[in-house]
C-alpha cells in the first residue's frame, strides 16, 4: 500500500538558514510520482514540484531544491536561504499508476510545518 | 483566470442543516477530486470523478453526495451537517489521463472553510 510518511511536525528557523524538509514513501509500484506543495497561511494549496519514478536527478529552482533518492525512498526537500514568506505548511504527496480509467490516487504526508523566523 | 473555482470560501451553518459547495475547473482536466483537510492539516481523498463518473468514494458517510453534472463541474452536498464535518473542503483536478509523459499533476481550488455550530 502507497504510504508517505514527513516524520517532521514542525521546524523553526531563522531567517537566512537551509532547511531540509524530509520525505519518505512507500510504494510497491516502479511507476509513480512524487510531489511537493505549500500551504502558506492564507490556506491554498501551491503545486511545487512534479518527479516521476524513472528521473532521480536532482532539480533546483531558484532556492528551492529537490533530492530524489529511490534507494532509501525519499524525496526531501530542501530551501536555501529561508525567508519569512517560505513559512507555510509543505506537503509531500505520492501518486501511483492509475487505477482504471486513467484515474491517479495521491496520497498526502502529514505535512511539515515550517517557520522562518525574522 | 482561476484554474479551480470553488463556493463558497467560507460557510458557517448550524447543525442538521444542508449545505453545498461548488467547483468548476477551466483546465479542460478529466478528472476532479474532494479533498477535506482537518484541524491537524491532515488531507484525504473523499471522492474523485473522471469524465463524471465516480472512480473513488473513500468511505465517506451517506451524507456526503458528490454531483458531476459535466467533467468541468463538481459539486459537493452534505445533508444533516454534524460538528465533525467542521473543515476545510478543497476541490482539485488533474489530467489523469494513461502515460507516464502527460501531466497528471492535481490542481487546487483555494479551498472552502465550513464550520458547523
Known amino acids: 500500500a502507497q504510504k508517505v510518511t514527513q516524520a517532521q511536525t514542525e521546524i523553526s528557523v531563522v531567517e537566512k538558514e537551509d532547511v531540509t524538509l524530509d520525505c519518505v514513501y512507500e510504494?510497491?509500484?516502479?511507476?509513480?510520482?512524487l510531489f511537493w506543495y505549500k500551504q502558506p497561511p492564507s490556506g491554498e494549496l501551491v503545486f511545487l514540484i512534479r518527479?516521476?519514478?524513472?528521473?532521480?536527478q536532482n532539480e533546483i529552482s531558484g532556492r528551492y531544491s529537490w533530492n530524489f533518492q529511490k534507494s532509501t525512498s525519499s524525496f526531501n526537500f530542501t530551501i536555501t536561504a529561508s525567508q519569512v514568506v517560505d513559512s507555510a505548511v509543505y506537503f509531500c504527496?505520492?501518486?501511483?499508476?492509475?487505477?482504471?480509467?486513467?484515474?491517479?490516487?495521491?496520497?498526502f504526508g502529514t505535512g511539515t510545518r515550517l517557520k522562518v523566523l525574522a | 483566470d482561476t484554474a479551480v473555482s470553488q463556493t463558497p470560501k467560507y460557510l458557517v451553518t448550524q447543525m442538521g442543516n444542508d449545505k453545498s459547495i461548488k467547483c468548476e475547473q477551466n483546465?479542460?482536466?478529466?478528472?476532479m477530486y474532494w479533498y477535506k483537510q482537518d484541524s491537524k492539516k491532515f488531507l484525504k481523498i473523499m471522492f474523485s470523478y473522471n469524465n463524471k463518473e465516480l472512480i473513488i468514494n473513500e468511505t465517506v458517510p451517506n451524507r456526503f453526495s458528490p454531483k458531476s453534472p459535466d467533467k468541468a463541474h463538481l459539486n459537493l452536498h452534505i445533508n444533516s451537517l454534524e460538528l465533525g464535518d467542521s473543515a476545510v473542503y478543497f476541490c482539485?483536478?488533474?489530467?489523469?489521463?494513461?502515460?507516464?509523459?502527460?501531466?497528471?499533476?492535481?490542481?487546487f481550488g483555494e479551498g472552502s472553510w465550513l464550520t458547523v455550530v
Open positions: 483546465l479542460g482536466h478529466d478528472t
Open positions: 510504494t510497491r509500484d516502479t511507476t509513480y510520482y
Open positions: 518527479r516521476n519514478s524513472f528521473d532521480e
Open positions: 482539485a483536478s488533474s489530467q489523469g489521463r494513461l502515460g507516464l509523459q502527460l501531466g497528471n499533476t492535481i490542481y
Open positions: 504527496a505520492l501518486s501511483e499508476a492509475p487505477l482504471t480509467s486513467g484515474t491517479y490516487k495521491y496520497i
